[in-house]
C-alpha cells in the first residue's frame, strides 16, 4: 500500500533553517508529482510546492516562494523541502502528499498523503 512518511520537523528560530523529506514506498514515486502542503492551528489546508515527477517543473505558495525549495531524488523514493528563512508563521503541520498525475495542470490534488511532521518557529 501508498506509503508516505515525513521526517525532519522540529523548532526552529526565525531565520533559520529546516530540511523536511518524506520517504515514499508501495507506489512507483518517479511516475508521480508530489507536492507538501501545511496546516496552521485553528487554519485549513494549506497547498506549499509542487514538483513534477521528473522534477522537470516546480511550484510554489507566494508565502513560500524565494525562501523554499522542493526537491525529488526518484532513485531514493524522498521527496525534500529546504526551508530557509522560516517565519513564525510558517509553524504549521507539514504534509507531504502524491498527486494522481505525472505533470499535473494545476497544483493541489492528492490521493494519498502522510502523517505529517511538526514545524515550530519561535524565538
Known amino acids: 500500500q501508498v506509503q508516505l512518511v515525513e521526517s525532519g520537523g522540529g523548532l526552529a528560530q526565525p531565520g533559520g533553517s529546516l530540511r523536511l523529506s518524506c520517504a515514499a514506498s508501495?507506489?512507483?514515486?518517479?511516475?508521480?508529482?508530489m507536492s507538501w502542503s501545511r496546516q496552521a492551528p485553528g487554519k485549513g489546508l494549506e497547498w506549499v510546492s509542487g514538483i513534477y515527477s521528473d522534477g522537470s517543473d516546480t511550484g510554489y505558495a507566494d508565502s513560500v516562494k524565494g525562501r523554499f525549495t522542493i526537491s525529488r531524488d526518484n532513485a531514493k523514493n524522498t521527496l525534500y523541502l529546504q526551508m530557509n528563512s522560516l517565519k513564525p508563521e510558517d509553524t504549521a503541520l507539514y504534509y507531504c502528499?502524491?498527486?494522481?498525475?505525472?505533470?499535473?495542470?494545476?497544483?493541489?490534488?492528492?490521493?494519498?498523503w502522510g502523517q505529517g511532521t511538526q514545524v515550530t518557529v519561535s524565538s
Open positions: 502528499s502524491k498527486d494522481p498525475k505525472a505533470y499535473p495542470d494545476a497544483w493541489g490534488e492528492y490521493d494519498y
Open positions: 508501495g507506489f512507483t514515486f518517479s511516475s508521480y508529482a
